[in-house]
Structures are given as structure tokens and as C-alpha cells.
């Protein structure tokens, strides 16, 4: 092992042995413990998370053949609408544990903190162990981190491959060896089959290291770069080829495809689509928006990751990590081409920038949850700063650049806890004090005890922010398809913003605010919750008079409705009946399937999601469905004499169902209810054949629910041939007992 020895002023790279001081490992068992203990406090009040995949790792648990493609079902009807990775690791986790939240959510949690140590390690490797320490720490701290590495989303596999392709480069820079560059590619390789294109958004900053900076010349440079693009295909494209040549009637319907093609759906609605917004079969119409606009996904433009929906996730040390990268650079100054700590800068720096403007200009589908993988490169950037400016602070244009960093990160705190002012009110005037002090401070020279205490407060001033808001996320429950750090800081954009769909239990108003307002639910049950969808046909909170509240693409007739105030305080909902006993809004009673909803003041049932229902609910587009007792019971009588239990338009719709029971549940029309899964004559010859026995009417995909779709043709079919039952205000039809 090695150990770079390297001066400020002349920025020498020495092979050598590296020093381990005594405190180090302490130090880093500290980190690690604290993290794997803090991730896991609270963690069951997530739930079942994200029930569209808690279903797939339901399914994956049963059904071998679900786990490789990824499917919803055990039955395989359809995908998630994504590769299968990430749910690999939670699916092995429940056949050996069982089905339960702790056993899927306890593998996110450990792969956040081999995230951690993997950061460290990077890091250290170039600058030292301070640096490193400090990286792991603003990593663990960082909001939407804690959120992530507690959820079932792909984010945290993702997350980990990309930060381990750092640190194979890092390696690869160190001595020129090819095992490292085909390790790097194969990292990257298996990250796309986590979260498809996004893991390329850090391939730049690692060709770009090594092209620049590693050991061989030129062009061994470059055929090693080709090498690990080579190995970086393989990794991922054995199984996109096998899925791609796998006849399609003898596999699940690729989700979020409509030529059941996993090749469409890596290039449209998870690629292309997400840069330029047109994406088929996504729940808002495509199309590019202008710079600064506003749409769907919020507004595009360069200060996007600081707006409220974005900012309290990540954006707190992003001005330090961008001064770190100018001044780290500067120090570096005529290094060798293959200065380690130079390499490092290229890598996190490019990391830094090409996500981060991405993610700032893409018109397509953005949650505010993306930017964890902004998260490894931010605290890279503040450790090798906080290393770097700490060990050349003689100089006067270190010192002012080090107020620089500290003023920024304190107004950055400042605007950030004044977006949700109610939260620890103290707090923001703390850090400006402070940061005021410690920016003035670091102008000066100052004696070693001096300018220690002096880096105390500008580490308080740093992460004193990120640090309460990962607080508060610990503290409270989350569940729904967008997720949210934090407190909410007022942020609506479409089903975005700040603690829009996604919402936790807990009475604060964290469904959602609409903008303008702090956050806050009225006690008489308006819950603001998302904005306008297109055309206006989807709005859910700010209720208008009346109450009137219609969600999802109605079908014909208008019959599912969400929102409208019956004489009783009960919602129509499918067609409920007056005083069936699904409501939202209304008065309800408490409990629920794990991820559900609790009652607020007045009588305003709060939810896991956007259309996220309370027990008996049908669920809707980014929150699955609570089934009641009475109802699991009764799709649990002979229920393994069937393909499917029962069917139902939208993935979330169905994944409550399935969780519930442990039993296939179809999701017509996969997420969005848009996917042309099943067509109608297979689902006619599926219910001729005695697969299917029940089918759940109020279930809903988003916009996809058109009188075209053949979600809606399904419906009509159903409804037209069959006997509608109610059973605590949810519409089941029997299948096997046509009219």
C-alpha cells in the first residue's frame, strides 16, 4: 500500500508506505457504528417503503423467474420499470428472513454504509486519513443520503456502484494496471442494471481522470479506457441480451415499454425521454421545456438543486465542495500529469459538475430524491477541502478562500432553515452567528488551538443543517413513490416538492404545500397535496368549494372520483357508495398495512403517497392500495388455486393487495396504467381460463387511464359482463361469475 506525500507548494507525488495514526481506525469504527445504528433506528416505521417495489421483492422472494426479470407478480405479467439489481439484493434478504419491512430495508441500510467506507477509503488514499474521515462524515449526514439508504428505491445500489467505480479509478491512477480499469467498467456495468442510463452520467469524470492522468502513455491510455467500456457493456448487456432474445410470450411484459422491449425502454422513457421530457407513457405529456421554465417536474435552470423541493436534500455544501475544487486545483499547481491528488479533484469535480448540470436542465421526470447521486462527490469535494485549505492556511488567499467556503455554506444554511421556519427556529440563528464569527475568523492568521476552534464552528456551520433535517428524516415515517428529506420546506412542483407524494404520517403537513403556503394542513382535512396536472385533471388538496377533488384519468362515466365530499364525510372513490368506508379526507378510522396513513385534526386522513389510501383503499398512482381485513380475507379463500388473486389497473393499486396477501395480484397497465399489459383478449382468455378471480375496480395508473388505454377497455369489459360487490367501500368484480 502506498501513501501520496505531497506538499501544498509543490504538490509532489512519493511512493511510500501510509500511516495509520492511532486514531484513525477508532475514529472509523465510530463513523461506520454511527452510521449503521442511526439508519437503523426507526426504520419499520417506513413500511413497506415504496410499495411498487416492495411488491417486485415480494415476488422476486416466491418466484425465480420474477427475480431475474424483476417482475411485479409472482406470475409474472409484467416488470418494474426498471432492471432487476437493486431488487436482487432485498429479495434474498426476504427468502431468508421472510417477508417483512425490516428484512427488505435492512440491505438498503448496509449497502449506505459500504457507501461510507467505500468514500472513506477513496479518499484517504490520496488525502490522507482527515480527509477521508470528514468525507464519510458529510455523506452519512447528507439528508436525502439517510433517506435513500432507507428506502427501497434503486438509489442505494446505484449509489454504491458508482462510489466503488471511484474508487477502482482511484486505483487504476495509483499504478496504470488494467484489472483496475475493467473493475471500474464492471462496476459501472452492473450499476445500469440498478438504474439504467443515470450511472453514466459519471462515466465522463472517470475517462477523463484517467485519460488525463493515468501512469502508461497515451495510447495505452486510451485502449484501456476502451477495455473498461468493453467490460462495463458486458457487465450489463448479458442480461439486457438475454431479456431482448427471450421470446416475449414466455416472459413478463417489460414495464414502461410499449413495444415490450427493455432496449425501448433503456432509450426512451428511462433515457432520452428523461433529458428532453417526451417520454411515452409517463404521467404528464412530453416536451422540452425553455430555460428557467416551469412544468410538471419544476423549473430547469441552474439554480434547480437550490429551489425548495431540491435544497434541503443536498445543496447545502455544494458552494464549499465547487470553492474546494477551485482552490484544490490551484494547490496543485505544476504537479506531474499524474498527481494522485490532482486525478482526484478531475474525478470528484467532473462527478460534481456533468450530474449536477444534468440534473439541472433535464425537462423530463425529476424527483428531488435523484440527487443522492450528487451526494458522494459533494462530500468528497468538502474532505479533500477541508484537508487541503487546513494544511496551507499560511497563505492569505487560502485563509480568505476558506472564508469564502464558510460565508457560502452559512447563507446557503440561512435560506434553506428560513424555507421552513417553524423547523428549530434557534438553529438558523445559531449557524449565522457562528458563521459570521468563524468566516471572520478564517481571514486571519492564527495560532494552531485558535485556528482549531475556529474549524469547530465552520464544521458546526456546515453540518449542523444537513444534520437536523437527517434528524428529523430518522424520526418519521416515509412511504410512497417520492420520497422526501427533512421538513417540508414549501417546495410543490407537479407530484414533486418538497414532501409531496411521499408523504409520512405524522400530522405536519409533509403531504405537500402548495406554493405559498408553509406546508401546514388545516385541521378541518384540506391536506394540500401536489399541484395541477395537465389540463387540470388530476388535483389533489387545496380542495376548491365544495370539496370537489378529482384524481387520475377518470374512466368513461366519471365513476372514480377522489376527493368529493359526501353528505356523510366519505369520498367517492371507484364509485363508492355513500358512507362506504373508504375515505380520504373524511373522517377514518386508524391503522392500516404497514406505510399507511393516521388521522389528523379534523378528521384529514393523511397518507403514505399521492392517492395512497387508508384501509380499504384502492391505492392510485404513487401509493399503494390498504386492503381491509374483511377484503384480504376474502382474495386469501382458495386463493392459490388461482394464477392471480385478483386484477387491478396500476402497479401501486395492486402492490397493496399482493403485499397483503402474499398472493399474485395483476398490475393492468403496469405503473402508469399506460402499458399495453395485458391486451384485452388475453385478459378475456386469462379469465376464461379460471386464472384470474377477482378484479378490483378504482385502481388507477396516473394519466394512463384514458378511454383508448387498454386498461379502460379491460374495465369496461369487466364492468359490462360482470356482478359488482362492494366490501368496505372497494368495488370487487367476481370473475368466475360472469352476469
Known sequence: ??????????????????????????????????????????????????????????????????????????????????????????????????????????????????????????????????AGLIAGTVLAVTPVAVLMFRFNNPDALLVLLMTAAAWAMTRAVADGRWRWLLLTGGLIGFGFLAKQLQVLLVVPALALTYLFAGPPRLGKRIAQLFAAGAAMVAAAGWWLLTVELWPADQRPWIGGSHENSIIELTLGYNGLGRLNGNERGSVGPGGELPAGGNGMWGSTGITRLFEPAQGGQIAWLIPAALVALVAGLVLCGRAPRTDRRRAALI???????????????????????????????????????????????????????????????????????????????????????????????????????????????????????????????????????????????????????????????????????????????????????????????????????????????????????????????????????????????????????????TQSDGGAAQQGGAGDQMMGGPGGLLGGSRPSERIVSLLEHNGEAYTWVAATVGSNSAAGYQLATELPVMPIGGFNGSDPSPTLEQFKTYVAEGKIHYFVAGGRGGLGGNSESTSSAITAWVTANYTATTVDGVTLYDLTQPK
Not at 386 to 400: F, I, K, P, S, T
Not at 515 to 533: E, I, K, V, Y
Request: net charge positive; with cysteine; charged share 10%.
Open 347 to 597: 474525478l470528484w469535480g467532473g462527478w460534481l459538475l456533468v450530474t449536477g448540470l444534468v440534473f439541472s436542465y433535464m425537462a423530463g421526470i425529476f424527483h428531488q430524491y435523484y440527487t443522492v447521486a450528487l451526494a458522494p462527490a459533494v462530500a468528497a469535494l468538502v474532505g479533500i477541502g477541508a484537508a487541503q485549505l487546513w494544511g496551507a492556511r499560511d497563505r492569505l488567499w487560502v485563509r480568505l478562500t476558506c472564508a469564502l467556503a464558510i460565508g457560502l455554506s452559512t447563507a446557503t444554511a440561512w435560506v434553506l432553515l428560513s424555507r421552513s421556519a417553524s423547523f428549530q427556529p434557534w438553529l438558523r440563528w445559531t449557524i449565522l452567528a457562528l458563521g459570521v464569527l468563524a468566516t471572520i475568523a478564517a481571514a486571519f492568521p492564527l495560532a494552531r488551538r485558535q485556528a482549531l476552534i475556529a474549524a469547530i464552528a465552520a464544521t458546526f456551520v456546515g453540518l449542523a443543517g444537513p444534520a437536523a433535517y437527517s434528524i428529523d428524516t430518522l424520526a418519521t415515517a416515509h412511504s410512497g413513490a417520492i420520497p422526501s428529506a427533512g421538513p417540508n420546506a414549501g417546495g410543490m412542483h407537479g407530484f414533486g416538492g418538497r414532501g409531496g407524494p411521499g408523504m409520512r404520517p405524522g400530522g405536519d403537513g409533509r403531504m405537500g404545500a402548495m406554493p405559498g403556503t408553509d406546508g401546514a394542513n388545516s385541521s378541518g382535512g384540506g391536506a394540500a397535496q401536489g399541484g395541477q396536472l395537465p389540463g387540470g385533471a388530476n388535483t389533489q388538496g387545496g380542495l376548491p368549494p365544495g370539496g370537489a377533488n378529482t384524481q387520475g384519468g377518470l374512466p368513461p362515466g366519471g365513476a372514480n372520483t377522489q376527493g368529493r365530499q359526501l353528505p356523510d364525510g366519505a369520498n367517492a372513490q371507484g364509485g363508492l357508495p355513500s358512507g362506504g368506508a373508504n375515505t380520504e379526507g373524511g373522517g377514518m378510522p386508524s391503522g392500516g398495512a404497514p406505510g399507511g396513513g
Open 1 to 130: 500500500m502506498t501513501a501520496t506525500i505531497a506538499s501544498p507548494r509543490t504538490a509532489s507525488t512519493v511512493p511510500g508506505p501510509a500511516p495509520r495514526p492511532r486514531w484513525e481506525l477508532p475514529a472509523l469504527a465510530v463513523l461506520l457504528l454511527g452510521t449503521a445504528v442511526a439508519y437503523l433506528v426507526n426504520l419499520s416505521a417506513n413500511g413497506w417503503a415504496n410499495d411498487f417495489y416492495a411488491a417486485a421483492v415480494q415476488a422476486g422472494s416466491r418466484s425465480w423467474e420474477a427475480f431475474f426479470f424483476g417482475s411485479s407478480d409472482a406470475a409474472n405479467s409484467i416488470t418494474v420499470d426498471k432492471p432487476p439489481a437493486s431488487l436482487w439484493v432485498m429479495e434474498l434478504s426476504v427468502r431468508l428472513f421472510g417477508l417483512n419491512s425490516w428484512s427488505m430495508l435492512v440491505p438498503q441500510v448496509l449497502l449506505g454504509v459500504a457507501t461510507v467506507a467505500v468514500l472513506w477509503a477513496t479518499v484517504r488514499r490520496s488525502f490522507g486519513p482527515a
